[in-house]
T-cell receptor
Framework: ETGVTQTPRHLVMGMTNKKSLKCEQH?????MYWYKQSAKKPLELMFV???????ENNSVPSRFSPECPNSSHLFLHLHTLQPEDSALYLC?????????????FGPGTRLTVT | QQQVKQSPQSLIVQKGGISIINCAYE??????FPWYQQFPGKGPALLIA?????SEKKEGRFTISFNKSAKQFSLHIMDSQPGDSATYFC????????????FGKGTSLLVTP
């Protein structure tokens, strides 16, 4: 596996379900990100992890809970979501201490909340 | 408040033509301006990026033009090809605020044969 992988690629869940999205990066990066991509909207940064430590949380509702057990893996735990949470959830990674800011994105998880 | 404004929302160009996408920003602290390309079913991928110390950067058929005084930057795709059909996002970040990228809303480009 190379680059940034995400599983599952598609997820349909009810509003009362609990599910998790998984992201893995094989690039040796030390920063990982969760983004939400909705139609007609800019990519929205949700969470940033730097060396496994969460450094940013852009006012994301508590029904989204991130977890970063190590610098290669990132999870997004979901519970009691709303239909408006349906979107493409993208994971990205980068080198924190190189000032190029190039972020490598995974293919995303297409989430549908019914 | 959207920090980077992108236009047009969609663009149709004939094969061989020039595609031009524009972005504007307000925050003068921004010091890194990348363009990302996204194909259906894929995540965005970095296409080309520029810093404000230069006014233009060219990589193959892709050129970024940067106007610091106007706080605008644009992507030009020369000799556009059907394979360039994708969604393009401009972004900007400020080294003082870490590494958060502020994205535009995206431009859907269709290059017709």
């Amino acid at each position: 596996e190379t680059g940034v992988t995400q599983t599952p690629r598609h997820l349909v869940m009810g509003m009362t379900n609990k599910k998790s999205l998984k992201c893995e990066q094989h690039l040796g990066h030390n920063a990982m990100y969760w983004y939400k991509q909705s139609a007609k909207k800019p990519l929205e940064l949700m969470f940033v992890y730097n060396f496994k430590e969460q450094t940013e949380n852009n006012s994301v509702p508590s029904r989204f809970s991130p977890e970063c057990p190590n610098s290669s893996h990132l999870f997004l735990h979901l519970h009691t979501l709303q239909p408006e949470d349906s979107a493409l959830y993208l994971c990205a990674s980068s080198f924190r201490d190189i000032p190029t800011y190039e972020q490598y994105f995974g293919p995303g998880t297409r989430l549908t909340v019914t | 408040q959207q920090q980077v404004k992108q236009s047009p929302q969609s663009l149709i160009v004939q094969k061989g033509g020039i595609s031009i996408i524009n972005c504007a920003y307000e925050n003068t602290a921004f010091d890194y301006f990348p363009w990302y390309q996204q194909f259906p079913g894929k995540g965005p991928a970095l296409l080309i990026a520029i810093r404000p110390d230069v006014s233009e950067k060219k990589e193959g058929r892709f050129t970024i033009s940067f106007n610091k005084s106007a706080k605008q930057f644009s992507l030009h795709i020369m000799d556009s090809q059907p394979g360039d059909s994708a969604t393009y996002f401009c972004a900007a970040s400020d080294s003082n605020s870490g590494y958060a990228l502020n994205f535009g809303k995206g431009t859907s480009l269709l290059v017709t044969p």
